[in-house]
């Protein structure tokens, strides 16, 4: 198995060979079945009715529930994120900018695997959100 340093001491010719490819295919899988994982555990928290005469109780229970839901709508982001990664990787199109065409790098991919900007991308898309409210791409 390929770790991180094995991984991060390839040429740099090697971008994107059929051993990158199944690494990262490999982390996204299971942070895949971790983000599902999370979602099933959050809905069942979901059906428990707990009944609070005590209206601090309630007001915490809401509380919870709505940090529940947010959590809950984050990872299904984060699903959609890891699939659309997953596909990049079976049509080879992974590792590579989605708006420049550029190497996103390994070490940017080691730490946000479903990323699909370069770094130069990604810094031109949050400065156009800022300045203009709009995406770049």
């Known amino acids: 198995m390929l770790t991180k340093e094995n991984l991060l001491s390839m040429d740099e010719n090697d971008y994107m060979n059929e051993a990158q490819l199944c690494f990262f295919k490999s982390i996204l899988t299971q942070a895949r ?10 809905k069942k928290d ?4 707990e009944n ?3 209206l ?15 959590t ?3 990872k299904g982001r984060e699903s959609s994120e890891i ?6 990787i079976k049509s080879c199109d992974y590792g590579y900018c989605q708006a420049t065409g550029d190497e996103i790098g390994l070490g940017r991919l ?18 156009l959100m800022k300045t203009r409210g709009v995406a770049a791409f």
Do not use: C, W, Y
């Open 56 to 70: 601090n109780d309630q007001g915490t229970a809401q509380e919870m529930q709505q940090q529940n839901l947010l």
């Open 46 to 49: 979901f059906t428990k009715n």
């Open 110 to 127: 080691l730490a946000n695997p479903t990323t699909t900007l370069s770094v130069h991308a990604k810094e031109r898309q949050e400065f």
């Open 83 to 88: 699939n659309l990664a997953l596909a990049l």
């Open 33 to 42: 079945v971790d983000a599902a994982d999370s979602i099933a555990l959050l």
């Open 52 to 54: 609070n005469s005590d």
């Open 72 to 74: 809950v709508s984050r």
